[in-house]
């Protein structure tokens, strides 16, 4: 028995990672979440050299450290930055960084009613937003 394989490519989107101290990951994520992310990886990374004072402020970073990683849509892209950003702190010596980097494309399975809707609206607006639209209803 052979299975036909569906690949649901999405475009116009991009991947916001942000690197805090650890503990820190899950207010970044709920941050994300209420501007309209659907969902994040964290993972655990220890950082090199990191624990030199900085410059004159003589402020010790922690090498402990959680990584967000959330892949949005273009459209959602400044909004959610910016929210992951003031949850994090980031305007705060040693408090971590965060950057977008932007996807060529990406895959994954996505039911065949949520595309039929997402279809349906697509003389709205297309791209990753109406999928999280769509999974939110």
């Known amino acids: 028995m052979s ?4 690949m649901t490519i999405l475009t116009e989107v991009s991947l916001i990672t942000c690197m805090v101290p650890r503990g820190q990951g899950n207010v970044v994520v709920e941050a994300a979440r209420a501007a309209g992310a659907q969902g994040a990886s964290i993972h655990y990374g220890r950082g090199a050299g990191v624990r030199e004072r900085l410059g004159l402020l003589s402020i010790t970073v922690d090498a402990e450290k959680e990584v967000v990683q959330i892949m949005v849509s273009k459209q959602q892209e400044e ?15 040693g408090m971590g960084i965060i950057y977008v980097t ?11 009613n949520v595309i039929e809707k ?11 937003q109406d999928v999280s639209q769509v999974l939110a209803e």
């Open 118 to 128: 997402i279809e349906q609206r697509r003389s709205k607006s297309q791209g990753l």
């Open 79 to 93: 909004e959610i930055f910016t929210e992951m950003f003031l949850a994090g702190q980031l305007d705060t010596p």
């Open 3 to 6: 299975f036909q394989k569906e």
């Open 102 to 112: 932007s996807l060529e494309k990406a895959a994954t399975y996505i039911p065949p």
